[in-house]
């Protein structure tokens, strides 16, 4: 079974400081991993997304992940923190195994960005 | 473009009552999910289409969930005899036909709004 654990609920920067979201992975295959993110009121919004190519992967915003296999870990990170960038992020896991793309959800971290 | 869309954005309901609840996915996306987002919980699997037929409904919690996607294109999520542990945020996705496994898990899945349940 695939699962992932967001190690911070909450995690709090100030604007202009980097950003680090942790989480570790467990899978039973060669997993499919992703970051999503949740402002309020608003859909969920994919980030970016790691299928087995480079470990370091870069998404929108700035935002980019390593993936590594040998701590089970896929850390979220960006160098410099924008107000825009308070929200809900959930890193998130997938058995391509079964064919199709069932996401396993973490419990999520509140980013909060203080001026 | 037009994202996936779901109605109603909020529906309230009491105990016991039948409620229906609509997604449209992205024109053209054969791959239509369901999710439900607890309070300060991260989304769960429902079930998973692929054209009209569920392909994967092993999230659902009960027999009291039912959902439909007949012509392959907007679903509805069916919950019977609602009861207050109901309440959730449900979440609709959509993706294009998903094939293979290994390097092709990546397709992604696209989220609209939620419509927020609340079971009273």
């Known amino acids: 079974a695939q699962s992932v654990t967001q190690l911070d609920s909450h995690v709090s920067v100030s604007e202009g400081t980097p950003v680090l979201l942790r989480c570790n992975y467990s899978?039973?295959?060669?997993?499919?991993l992703f970051w999503y993110v949740q402002h309020p009121n608003k859909g969920l919004q994919l980030l970016l997304k790691?299928?087995?190519?480079?470990?370091l992967v870069k998404g929108i915003n700035g935002f980019e992940a390593e993936f590594k296999k040998s701590e089970t870990s896929f850390h979220l990170t960006k160098p410099s923190a924008h107000m825009s960038d308070a929200a809900e992020y959930f890193c998130?896991?997938?058995?391509?195994?079964?064919?199709?793309?069932?996401?396993?959800f973490g419990t999520g971290t509140r980013l909060l960005v203080s001026p | 473009g037009a994202g996936v869309s779901q109605t109603p954005s909020n529906k309230v309901t009491e105990k016991g009552k039948y409620v229906e609840l609509r997604c449209d996915p992205i024109?053209?996306?054969?791959?239509l999910y369901w999710y439900r987002q607890s309070l300060g919980q991260g989304p769960e699997f429902l079930i998973y289409?692929?054209?009209?037929?569920?392909?994967?409904d092993s999230g659902l919690p009960n027999d009291r969930f039912f959902a439909v996607r007949p012509e392959g294109s907007v679903s509805t999520l069916k919950i019977q005899r609602t009861e207050r542990g109901d309440s959730a945020v449900y979440l609709c996705?959509?993706?294009?036909?998903?094939?293979?496994?290994?390097?092709?898990?990546?397709?992604?899945?696209?989220f609209g709004p939620g419509t927020r349940l609340t079971v009273l």
């Open positions: 998130v896991v997938s058995s391509s195994n079964t064919g199709f793309q069932k996401l396993v």
């Open positions: 289409f692929q054209g009209t037929g569920a392909a994967d």
């Open positions: 790691y299928t087995s190519a480079a470990t």
């Open positions: 899978s039973s295959y060669s997993p499919s």
């Open positions: 996705a959509s993706s294009r036909t998903h094939r293979g496994i290994g390097r092709e898990g990546g397709r992604e899945q696209f």
């Open positions: 024109s053209g996306h054969t791959a």
